[in-house]
């Protein structure tokens, strides 16, 4: 007898889904023009959360949205170099996470499954859609007694009862604030951190790369003043004519520094240094996140021009930063070591 299957419709494509012994088989038909990048996945979730996922990101996302969190070499490859290179496994037992900017719970989720020992991770996120998305995937997981997600009241707000975290994470969440927001929003974060905890921040587009690649993939802009940054913009074909600056600061266009990210911060942030799993600095991490990836032998060159230009300038250069900042006061359960 031939499996089930279930045909979603939606503007921009069919999405039709074959439950088979191995999980739930998505097939991904866009309609003409719509880029779609994965159009086939396995995946272990119901047909109620693929139809929500398909609902909010659409033919051309829905099985990246769903594998962030199950394949284990997305996000929780990540995580394993941009938080456990500073901080080793067993320091996150009993404590309390915030997941910044969570949106869709992939992030959440994928940490309660790292670390099954925390006491409470809470997502935050300004879209109620997603908040509630987020809630049907955690329920499904049966992390509902472990894991809360809660949406912020506005842009410039955070919700009024989170408390204090061991641990605070923006995960590819930086580049998205706006200039105003990033000099509102991160101070705000950072009073949520215990004294001695620490705030990571991974995956976000390094300001000081010669090529913006996060938008445009066009070289120098990173360093062209914003008049002159929106016009060559223009010229890449991921930018649709006429579309704002506002518009490609929100995409992430200009990304974020080392530099940029302390001084929000204040007198009381420490800045870590990567000390574990290989790792001896912030280049370190980055090639290390490389690794397995084509043209290696390019990589492996890179790493020597980018410790060069570090030691030369004091200036990180790597693509894409990922930090850990600690919050000077009593002593945190991480054993890292101060950049």
């Known amino acids: 007898m031939p499996a089930a299957k279930t045909i979603f419709e939606h503007h921009d494509g069919v999405v039709e889904v074959q439950s088979t012994p191995a999980g739930n088989h998505i097939k991904c038909k866009p309609k003409a023009g719509v880029v779609c990048p994965r159009r086939e996945c396995v995946t272990a979730y119901p047909l109620d959360i693929i139809e ?16 962030r969190e199950e394949d284990p070499a997305y996000i929780e490859q990540s995580f394993r170099w941009d938080l456990l290179s500073f901080v080793a496994p067993e320091d996150f037992a009993g404590t309390r996470i915030l997941d910044f900017g969570s949106g869709s719970g992939s992030s959440s989720l994928t940490l309660a499954r790292m670390f099954p020992d925390v006491s409470e991770i809470i997502g935050t996120d300004l879209s109620e859609r997603f908040i509630n998305f987020a809630r049907r995937r955690s329920q499904f997981r049966g992390l509902s007694h472990k894991m809360t997600f809660q949406a912020s009241p506005d842009p410039n707000q955070l919700p009024a009862t989170l408390g204090l975290f061991d641990f605070v994470i923006l995960s590819a969440v930086f580049e998205h604030l706006l200039p105003a927001e990033r000099t509102t929003v991160m101070p705000l974060v950072w009073r949520h951190v215990k004294p001695g905890g620490i705030l990571f921040l991974d995956q976000t587009p390094n300001r000081w790369f010669p090529v913006e690649h996060h938008t445009t993939n066009l070289p120098l802009l990173n360093y062209l003043p914003d008049a002159l940054a929106w016009r060559y913009a223009h010229l890449s074909p991921s930018t649709p004519k006429g579309t704002t600056w506002q518009t490609m600061l929100r995409r992430g266009i200009r990304g974020g520094t080392v530099g940029e990210i302390m001084s929000l911060l204040g007198s009381d942030a420490e800045l870590l240094r990567p000390s574990r799993l290989g790792c001896n600095d912030h280049v370190d991490l980055w090639y290390k996140l490389s690794a397995g990836a084509r043209d290696m032998a390019v990589k492996k060159a890179m790493k020597l021009v980018f410790k060069a ?4 300038t004091g200036v990180l250069t790597v693509p894409y930063i990922s930090l850990a900042i600690r919050r000077r006061g009593e002593s945190s359960p991480a054993n890292a070591s101060v950049q």
């Open 52 to 67: 929500q996922a398909l609902a909010i990101k659409g033919v051309s996302d829905v099985c990246d949205e769903l594998l």
């Open 309 to 312: 230009i570090e030691g030369l």
